[in-house]
C-alpha cells in the first residue's frame, strides 16, 4: 500500500573500494596510447603510400622517356635521358642511396 508523504527508505550505493580509485584515470591512460599508437601508424603508413607512389612515378617517367631512344641508342643517350628525368623528378642518381 502506498502512503502519501511517507518516503521509502533506499539502500546506499555501493562505492567500489578505496583501492580502486584511480582505475578510470588508469584505463584512460592506457587507451590513449593505444588510440595515439593507431593514429601514429595510418599516419605513416599514408606518408609510405605517398612515397613509394611518387618514387614509382619518378622511376616510369624516367624509363618511358629514355626508351624513346633505345632503338638505336647512339652515344648513350637513352640512358643520359633517363637519368636527367629522374633527377628532374627530384631522384639524382647516386645521392641519398637513388641508384
Given at each position: 500500500m502506498f502512503v502519501i508523504g511517507h518516503s521509502r527508505r533506499r539502500a546506499p550505493v555501493r562505492r567500489g573500494h578505496e583501492s580502486e580509485g584511480g582505475f578510470i584515470l588508469v584505463w584512460f591512460g592506457?587507451?590513449?596510447?593505444?588510440?595515439l599508437s593507431i593514429t601514429a601508424l595510418a599516419v605513416e603508413s599514408n606518408h609510405w603510400a605517398h612515397e613509394s607512389r611518387r618514387?614509382?612515378?619518378a622511376a616510369?617517367?624516367?624509363?618511358?622517356?629514355?626508351?624513346v631512344f633505345?632503338?638505336?641508342n647512339l652515344g648513350n643517350i637513352?640512358?643520359?635521358?633517363?637519368r636527367t628525368l629522374a633527377t628532374e623528378n627530384g631522384?639524382?642518381?647516386g645521392v641519398n642511396g637513388v641508384s
Amino acid at each position: 500500500m502506498f502512503v502519501i508523504g511517507h518516503s521509502r527508505r533506499r539502500a546506499p550505493v555501493r562505492r567500489g573500494h578505496e583501492s580502486e580509485g584511480g582505475f578510470i584515470l588508469v584505463w584512460f591512460g592506457l587507451m590513449l596510447i593505444a588510440l595515439l599508437s593507431i593514429t601514429a601508424l595510418a599516419v605513416e603508413s599514408n606518408h609510405w603510400a605517398h612515397e613509394s607512389r611518387r618514387v614509382q612515378k619518378a622511376a616510369d617517367a624516367a624509363a618511358l622517356g629514355g626508351s624513346v631512344f633505345m632503338p638505336q641508342n647512339l652515344g648513350n643517350i637513352a640512358y643520359t635521358t633517363a637519368r636527367t628525368l629522374a633527377t628532374e623528378n627530384g631522384f639524382t642518381d647516386g645521392v641519398n642511396g637513388v641508384s
